[in-house]
């Protein structure tokens, strides 16, 4: 998620996967296959985790990950060396596809973008007009969201607000533009909306910039990974992250740990609309096809992507895991990011407003 | 805090195995695997004890070498971090981040706590100023101080986290407009800032000294004028040991979070190391015990706060999202915001100090007139507004060179103070309480015509006193100076030959504190003292 987490000095999940074979599974390690793929770091603990590569290893596979950022694996990763890129999102996959001239993509899930928040929090928005009672699900109204910031209020400026008086802006939290996919997402939203459908031109660029932009300047410092202000949210609490920009899969991998992080007081939004960070794997040579093949195809990765907080291309597995949770099965207003470029020319028309 | 930091510097002494002269670009020895080697602020040395367990626990020893927040960044951005160590742990990422270069080196972060930085002030301050009874803002606050209602110690926001915190908080809340702050926000609430630092009786360089230096003043063991309160963490106000009433902002404040780093550059061992710690750090009784022997609060989310944290959910104010921002936000802060400084140099010339030693003093002080381009030096440098006086001695005092570097183009009078560096010469004898007396003499001057100032001596001589009068004479005539002269801190710097213990008595006397130059530059001690004056 880090554009800075070099690729080169990134970890090697190769130890688990060879003790694994040599103790268990009574394969042969001589048969197995080496693939090599560069990931968005979210789906890191996924591939290390020693039931995912047991399936691989069954199939003939060990896989070996570096993770990166994903705007990252799109423009500056050297990919000579790997078998697939398997970025967090679609615009950056579309990218490397162009690039590499790949044959085809797989996207076997998805997670889309959610606001996470609580329960105070929610009444004094629903009162504001920003939080709905929505289609089976709580929905964060981004129009009247953006009606807000373009004024500048503070929390303190919301009638009747007794529960969080902070004399400061009231802005959702997100990680910084310059470095993360997520706030790439945020602003693939918050673009939509303000320019009223996907911004496609130069003129719409410059159209909804002014507004965009204070979204993210006006938090001032942002932390660089999504991990960090989810992990803020679950211990500084409210007063520190009033609302803060998350994929659904944190949320769900918190909730399906049953670590008692998350406490019934956090309350999931889903912004309307909302985009999907859609993890698109592209295929760089043949065996890196075979592993987005077996992602999508594979019943039992399925499942225990959707143990990670994934949606996954079987809607059973996410449904199965959810089935007990105050988590939509179906998002219905979701809308596609903006092209690859466009949305890179406006993350670097923020970043030279810092 | 001198008792929690004793034991540690001797176990980082044991663990680093005792080396008599470490070198400096691997103060902590080279890779191994099971140790991480850890630049950190100094207050993370109170972890020792939860360490010396998570050593025994994981197999992964720590070795700390400990830096000030701004010179850690300098140290990061250059590069010259990651040939020694395989981590940073200070207690934010957020100044690092902000420097493009010192940003692109940082791995892997965990948060391993976190404490906010408030003010403590006495229970009957606090009732007399009705906020018992109610929450008050960083305004309130302000006007309260800016009344002179109550005074206050803050460390150097150059040198040290709590003091940055405390600036970059009170700036942002008095913003009002609650977004981060920028250069023209600053300029909108210099009046209000003015007013709020007004009350800042006592700086340090870190936030140890500084406690030490509010608990002696309150137990009269030190000349200087008793101070009301303190602002620095909430850990470090909830183990005071005379009881503080710690004031949450109502606004909000700004928090420490300790973040424990992986630089990109570690090792694969390094990285496992950091891994093994970072999950024994913030497995739940482990937290728990963070909490109650440190008094900050835990990073898991799973481990109830305990009750001595009276406010729970705190506010977080916005921090800056640019360097310029920061830098500038400091600047101001020195150069227009706080109380002004006066500074007294005493300067050893004798013939003793010829060589690379005069060398080596011309460039400590030619380094604070702006010559030091370092972020750390930057903001080290003669401030806008400060009286220097440099008062060379050798057989006896020489003339006393008075200057006042001017607020808005402090440039020619730096450049005036670097020619009187660059042309200091040794010759002659050191008599050293002669001439310090005779300070005495400029600074009653200056203060009898502008008595609202940080007032402070530096005194350097790099050997025996050859004067006639001695250091029990000097004790004689400072005993019986008037209280606003006795309290005017001495900050003697050991270089050469010095007399330690005449030194530390000199200090001592004053309620001032030792600097060793000996086994570093001279410009490296000008410097720190800097965070006192």
Known sequence: ?354 | MIRRLLPAAAALALLAGCSDSPDPATPVGDPTPGTLRVLAGSELADLQPILEEAAEATGVTVKFSFTGTIEGADKVASGEAEKGFDAVWFSSNRYLELVPEAQKRLGTPTKVMSSPVVLGLPAEKVKELGWDTKRVGWAEIAAAAGAQKFTYGMTDPSASNSGFSALVGVAAALSGEGSALDAARINAVAPQLKQFFSAQKLSAGSSGWLTEAFQRRARGEDPGAEVDGLINYESVLLSSPQPLTLVYPSDGVVTADYPLTLLTSATSDAREAHQKLSDHLKSQDVQRKIMETTHRRPATPQVQLDAKFAVRDLVELPFPGSQSAVDGLITTYFDQLRRPSRTLYVLDTSGSMQGDRIDGLRQALTGLTGADESLAGRFSRFHGREQVTLLPFSSSAKPALKYEVPQDDPRPVLDQIRTTATNLDASGGTAIYSSLRGGYDVLRQQIDADPDRFTSIVLMTDGENTGSEDVLDFQLFHQALPQDLRGIPIFPVLFGESATAEMEQVAKMSGGKVFDARSRSLSAAFKEIRGYQ
């Open chain 1, 1 to 354: 998620m880090k554009r800075t987490l070099g690729i080169g000095l990134a970890v090697v999940l190769l130890v688990g996967v060879v003790t694994a074979i040599v103790l268990g599974q009574g394969g042969d390690t001589a048969q197995l296959q080496t693939v090599r793929g560069v990931i968005g770091s979210e789906k890191l603990a996924f591939f290390a985790d020693q039931r995912v590569k047991d399936v691989f290893a069954k199939h003939g596979l060990e896989v070996e990950v570096d993770p990166a950022g994903s705007r990252q694996i799109a423009t500056t990763a050297d990919l000579d060396s790997y078998d697939f890129a398997f970025p967090s999102s679609a615009p950056a996959a579309e990218k490397i596809q162009r690039d590499r001239k790949a044959a085809r993509t797989y996207a076997p899930f998805s997670s889309p973008m959610v606001i996470a928040t609580f329960d105070p929090i929610v009444d004094l928005l629903t009162k504001a007009g920003v939080v709905k009672s929505g289609p089976g699900y709580p929905t964060f109204d981004v129009q009247a969201y953006l009606g807000l910031v373009a004024q500048g209020t503070r929390w303190d400026q919301l009638p009747g607000n007794t529960s969080y008086p902070a004399r400061k802006n009231l802005l959702v939290t997100t990680t910084d533009p310059r470095d993360s996919n997520s706030a790439a997402m945020y602003l693939a939203i918050t673009s939509f909306v303000a320019n009223g459908g996907v911004v496609t031109s130069a003129d719409g660029e410059a159209r909804v910039l002014p507004a965009v932009s204070r979204l993210f300047l006006d938090q001032g410092y942002t932390q660089s990974s999504t991990e960090g202000p989810f992990e803020d949210y679950l211990s500084a609490g409210m007063g520190k992250t009033p609302l803060v920009l998350a994929y659904e899969a944190q949320f769900v991998d918190r909730v399906v740990r049953g670590d008692s992080s998350i406490r019934p007081d956090m309350k999931l939004l889903y912004p309307a609309p909302t985009v999907l960070s859609k993890h698109t794997l592209v295929p760089l040579r043949a065996a890196g096809d075979r592993v987005g093949e077996l992602l999508t195809s594979d019943a039992e990765l399925g499942r225990l992507a959707a143990t990670f907080g994934f949606r996954t291309a079987d809607p059973r597995h996410f449904d199965d895991v959810v089935k007990d949770l105050a988590v939509p099965r179906t998002i219905v207003d979701v809308v596609e990011p903006p092209a690859h470029e466009t949305l890179e020319r406006m993350l670097e028309a923020i970043a030279k407003q810092y």
